[in-house]
T-cell receptor, first 112, second 113 residues
């Protein structure tokens, strides 16, 4: 049973639009929430991460919003570009063990 | 990421065969991981190792074994491959301590017939 539920499975957005990917979790012991980006034929790479003591983190066009009470977090890609076309995975881990539980992934396609 | 290499990149094998996937890293990281990726399931942890003498089972270790030959090398074995082990396999490393970023290799695509 997946500990982190991710939606949607895929999305298509026009260039310049906003992509939003949502994740939900049940285990309140999770205290680290990264997002990984994967291009075809490549391994995932860390994009951005957040801890539950903040509600939002922004890096360039990528923003994580975190809602601790709802046990949800989301990735917003602003001004989406064709180069953002990739599969995005949310994940969560507990304390110092650093075992990541991944969501199922969202394939984002940005149309030029 | 060229710092984490996996061999082979693609492999086709038959049911019942033993197969080994290898991972090497030049990042100097102590922690290494093996994941499998399946469509609609994301990545699932098979085994992880915090150093040469510390190896731990992940979510889905049944049917798999690992060997940490050195700090830089971590191998995954399928003792008797079965078709539902067809998947994309990734090795990852992390530095440990307060830095949790995991660095993934390019993956090995395995097909079990």
């Amino acid at each position: 049973q997946q500990q982190v539920k991710q939606s949607p499975q895929s999305l298509i957005v026009q260039k310049g639009g906003i992509s939003i990917i949502n994740c939900a979790y049940e285990n309140t012991a999770f205290d680290y929430f990264p997002w990984y980006q994967q291009f075809p034929g490549k391994g995932p790479a860390l994009l951005i991460a957040i801890r539950p003591d903040v509600s939002e983190k922004k890096e360039g066009r990528f923003t994580i919003s975190f809602n601790k009470s709802a046990k949800q977090f989301s990735l917003h890609i602003m001004d989406s570009q064709p180069g953002d076309s990739a599969t995005y995975f949310c994940a969560a881990s507990i304390g110092k063990v650093y075992k990541l539980s991944f969501g199922a992934g969202t394939t984002v396609t940005v149309r030029a | 990421d060229a710092d984490v290499t996996q061999t082979p990149r693609n492999r086709i094998t038959k049911t019942g065969k033993r197969i080994m996937l290898e991972c090497s890293q030049t990042k100097g990281h102590d922690r290494m991981y093996w994941y499998r990726q399946d469509p609609g399931l994301g990545l699932r942890l098979i085994y992880y190792s915090f150093d040469v003498k510390d190896i731990n089972k992940g979510e889905i270790s049944d049917g798999y074994s690992v060997s940490r030959q050195a700090q830089a090398k971590f191998s995954l074995s399928l003792e008797s491959a079965i078709p539902n082990q067809t998947a994309l396999y990734f090795c990852a490393t992390s530095p440990g301590g307060a830095r949790e970023t995991q660095y993934f290799g390019p993956g090995t695509r395995l097909l079990v017939l």
